[in-house]
């Protein structure tokens, strides 16, 4: 987990407006709207570097309700296309959702209702081998 910080916090670019951090409040609220308990693993990853901007995809955060990458709405959003209810998106891509099941394993769920094959078995796995890469 600390090398894929690191790596993380390397490739970070600089942008106008830095993202926030959340803290322990603002989790929970996420939590509250999509009454869903979000895996331990994936708490410290929004809180270690859901404030990193790098690659091409824009992972899923929850300090701002109004932007475009606001946890509860990219949710809510992939749920009502048929994404099942108990998994949460973690990042919009275009042909599907990135989501995080409740142990912490990661799966694309595609547009089309189906699963991609590949799957991670932690947001760190996953932060490595396709947002590093993007």
Known sequence: MEDIIE???EQNEDVPTPLDLPDDD???TV???ILIH?????KTFLKEVSDVVCGSIE???????NSHTYLPEITATAWGIGMPRELIAICEVADGYYCIEQDGNVR????????????WPSVWHWARDVWLES
Do not use: S
């Open 31 to 33: 939590q509250e709207q």
């Open 59 to 65: 992972p899923a955060t929850v300090t701002d309700d």
């Open 38 to 42: 979000l895996p331990d693993d994936y």
């Open 108 to 119: 694309l769920w595609m547009n089309d209702g189906e699963f991609d094959e590949e799957e």
């Open 26 to 28: 603002d989790i929970i």
């Open 7 to 9: 790596l993380l916090r």
